[in-house]
Structures are given as structure tokens and as C-alpha cells.
């Protein structure tokens, strides 16, 4: 079965007499896709993430999880398959140093010590990090923590990864390389990755995109499609990259490039097109 998460009419609150901030929420990601959902603060973006991976329990609906429901019974056994990475990784240090770190994970999971040995360095390796087994945690930049919090989370192997803005708090260099190193160890572990993020350009690498508006999916589609949305993204509180609104200039004074460009260098390559048909 490809079909690797499930959400059927998910609906959820918080509070008994709370409003619901999911609404009749209906998706489905594949097995080794990666998934960016969007939406403006407070969309409940977070509260899907949670429902993934058994914090918090549907109210209505069912979230399933490669083939089952998610409910009390199961929960240790799906978090073992969904590993999370958080905004801040401050908050996910535990060791002196990052071999340390990593290896926690792996013993609280029980793992024996000649697995740990193997998989510890080869999981930093994935991440760019193998030359900091020895270095302490707290002393690694914003972009360099986030890398070890990765390889934390693949070193106990999970079919899932959930990315919570973890890229929120680091410069656009660091967002970046973060990216692409998801993006590298995703294609090459069949990983099933879902990344979080209210910011659009961080959609662009992912094969599909969930935008959310207020508990609800608003739009399906890749990420190109999305950005085609434009005036829209605007109006449910998402900022439009720069890109967007000038292909959007230009198309409002007769310029109509053929694709949607996702980047500088797609834009720069549709105005030569343009440019050499002229
Ligand atoms: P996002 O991740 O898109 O910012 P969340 O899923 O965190 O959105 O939140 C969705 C809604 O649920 C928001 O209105 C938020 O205020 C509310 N909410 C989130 N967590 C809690 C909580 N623990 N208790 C009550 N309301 C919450």
C-alpha cells in the first residue's frame, strides 16, 4: 500500500466548548513523498503534526498511520515510526557531546551498543555533521544543531519524519542548506518527510504542498500551482515571495511567462525564453 498517512474527516479542538481548529480535514501522503503544509499562523499546521504521531487524538474522523488508526493502544508503536524536529533545538539537547545526543535516542529505544557504533556516525554522516562527533551541542551554530537533531531522528531509522518550522529560526543560509540536506536524505532512504512552515520559500523542493486556512485544506497541488494562486495566498495571510509578485507584475503589463517561475534562476530562464522568441 503507498498510501502512508491518512487524515479521513479529521475534526479537532482543543477545549470541550472550544472552537474546532480542524475542520473536515481529508488528505493522504504516499510513502517516500515529501509533503510542505502551509498556512498562516494559528491554521492548525501544528495540531496535524500532533495528531500524526498520537500527542493528540482526533475528535472526530481517523488519522491513520501506514494502514492503522491511531489511537491509545498503538501510540508507542507509531511514534517509533514518526520522528519529529522541532522549531528550536535548544530544547532537544540532552548529551555533552553530539555523538551523545545522537545516540540517545537509540537507547531509549533499546538498541544494541554495535548498531549504535555503526549507525551514530553514519547518521551525522547523512547530515554533513561527521566531523563533530566530539563537539558539544550548545556550541554549534542555529543551522549545525538542527543537522544533529536530523541525525538524532534518522539514526533510530522512522519511516516518517515531521518537520516543525524547524528551519523558522535560522538565516536564509541556514534554511537553505537545511533543505537540501532534507531533501538528499529523503531521496536516498525513502523517507516520507512533512515539513511544516508558513513561509513560502520553503515549499518550492517539495513534490506536494497542503495549504491550510483556518482548520481547513484550502488548496492541494504542487508547489508550482500554489504559486500561480498568488492575490489568494495574500488574502489567507501567507507572504508572497518576491518571485510570484513579479511574474504577476509582468503578466499584468502583457508579459506572460510560460511557467510559473519557483525561484530567481527559473525567472531568469523564462525571461530569456521570452527574450530569444521576441
Ligand atoms: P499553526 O501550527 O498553524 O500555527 P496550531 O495548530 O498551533 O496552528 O493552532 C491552531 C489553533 O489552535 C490556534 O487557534 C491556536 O491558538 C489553537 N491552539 C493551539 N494549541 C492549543 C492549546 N494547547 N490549547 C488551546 N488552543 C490551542
Known amino acids: 500500500m503507498s498510501e502512508q498517512v491518512e487524515f479521513r474527516n479529521v475534526s479537532f479542538r482543543y477545549q470541550e466548548d472550544a472552537p474546532r481548529v480542524l475542520k473536515n480535514v481529508n488528505f493522504s501522503i504516499n510513502r517516500g513523498e515529501w509533503v510542505a503544509v502551509i498556512g498562516h499562523n494559528g491554521s492548525g499546521k501544528s495540531t496535524i503534526a500532533k495528531l500524526m504521531n498520537g500527542l493528540l487524538f482526533a475528535e472526530a474522523g481517523e488519522v491513520r498511520v501506514s494502514g492503522e488508526v491511531i489511537g491509545e493502544e498503538n501510540i508507542w508503536e507509531i511514534r517509533k ?4 524536529v522541532f522549531q528550536n533545538p535548544d530544547n532537544q539537547f540532552v548529551g555533552t557531546t553530539v ?9 531509549n529505544r533499546g538498541i544494541p551498543r554495535e548498531e549504535m557504533l555503526q549507525k551514530v556516525p553514519e547518521s551525522l554522516e547523512a547530515v554533513q555533521m561527521g566531523a563533530y562527533e ?5 556550541r554549534l551554530s542555529g543551522g549545525q544543531k538542527q543537522r544533529v537533531a536530523i541525525a538524532g531522528v534518522l539514526a533510530v531509522a522512522p519511516d516518517y ?3 516543525d518550522e524547524a528551519t523558522a529560526m535560522l538565516d536564509p543560509k541556514g534554511r537553505h542548506e537545511i533543505l537540501e540536506t532534507v531533501r538528499k536524505v529523503q531521496q536516498a532512504s525513502d523517507l516520507t518527510l512533512i515539513t511544516i512552515t508558513h513561509d513560502l520559500n520553503e515549499i518550492v523542493a517539495a513534490d506536494r504542498v497542503l495549504v491550510m486556512n483556518e482548520g481547513e485544506v484550502w488548496f492541494e497541488g504542487t508547489p508550482r500551482e500554489v504559486f500561480a494562486y498568488k492575490e489568494d495566498l495574500s488574502r489567507i495571510g501567507l507572504d508572497v515571495p518576491l518571485v510570484a509578485k513579479l511574474t504577476e507584475e509582468l503578466r499584468k503589463q502583457g508579459i506572460d511567462l510560460e511557467e510559473e517561475p519557483l525561484n ?5 530562464e523564462e525571461l530569456w525564453n521570452l527574450h530569444s522568441k521576441m
Request: aromatic share 4%.
Open 81 to 84: 515510526r514518526v520522528g519529529m
Open 99 to 107: 555523538r551523545d545526543d545522537v545516540a540517545f535516542g537509540m537507547e
Open 134 to 138: 566530539e563537539h558539544e551541542p550548545h
Open 161 to 163: 519524519m515531521i518537520m
Open 264 to 268: 530567481h534562476e527559473e525567472m531568469v
